[in-house]
Antibody, heavy 117, light 107 residues
């Protein structure tokens, strides 16, 4: 069974940093691209970043470019999102997703990030 | 960026009804269109991928169709457990984008 378990969220002040992790199991992690998708409270879904199966390619939405870094450790089957210079508009539930030919096919339960002073 | 417009934003129907949800892309997305179901307090779940392919484990009352810029999700016989918000999503080109959702309610 595919499982994706996010961790690392919480309350952070504007301008500070936070790192999210996503532990994957139930599939061969190194065979799949992975992504982060977020959802602000009572809002819709917003793609944040994608990383290729081997980490050689990364893609970001414009609003996080230069502030967020997606990375992975295939030996640990873990995905990361380093978030720097956080803003109030980054407040959201962040979902880890598996990305393949079917698009985002499996999702974690999500982790809440609140940016507030 | 490709804009995804969903209609209606809220849909109220009776159990057993056939319901249709619409999604329009601002440009051709070559059938790289998915549908997700999100129940209150839960993560989204993939229902349909690449326009008309049913994800494993999803009931056959769900189906998808479309091409070019216009896509449809159909529920052939609405069930109480289908109450949720439904999002369309294009993965044809960067940045990947979602529609704003259709909230499906039971009358």
């Amino acid at each position: 069974e595919v499982q994706l378990v996010e961790s690392g969220g919480g309350l952070v002040q504007p301008g500070r940093s936070m790192k999210l992790s996503c532990a994957a199991s139930g599939f061969t992690f190194s065979n799949y691209g992975m992504a982060w998708v977020r959802q602000a409270p009572t809002k819709g879904l917003e793609w944040v970043a994608t990383i290729s199966y081997d980490g050689s390619s990364t893609y970001y939405r414009d609003s996080v470019k230069g502030r967020f870094t997606i990375s992975r450790d295939n030996a640990k089957s873990t995905l990361y999102l380093q978030m720097n210079s956080l803003r109030s508009e980054d407040t959201a539930t962040y979902y880890c997703t598996r990305e393949g030919r079917r698009g985002f096919d499996y999702w974690g339960q999500g982790v809440m990030v609140t940016v507030s002073s | 960026d490709i804009q995804m417009t969903q209609s209606p934003s809220v849909l109220s129907a009776s159990v057993g009804d056939r319901v249709t949800l619409n999604c329009k892309a601002s440009q051709n997305i070559n059938k790289y269109l998915n549908w997700y179901q999100q129940k209150l307090g839960e993560a989204p779940k993939l229902l349909i991928y690449n326009t008309n392919n049913l994800q494993t484990g999803i009931p056959s009352r769900f189906s998808g169709s479309g091409s070019g810029t216009d896509y449809t999700l159909t529920i052939s016989s609405l069930q109480p457990e289908d109450v949720a918000t439904y999002f369309c999503f294009q993965h044809n080109s960067w940045p990947l984008t979602f529609g704003s959702g259709t909230k499906l309610e039971i009358k």
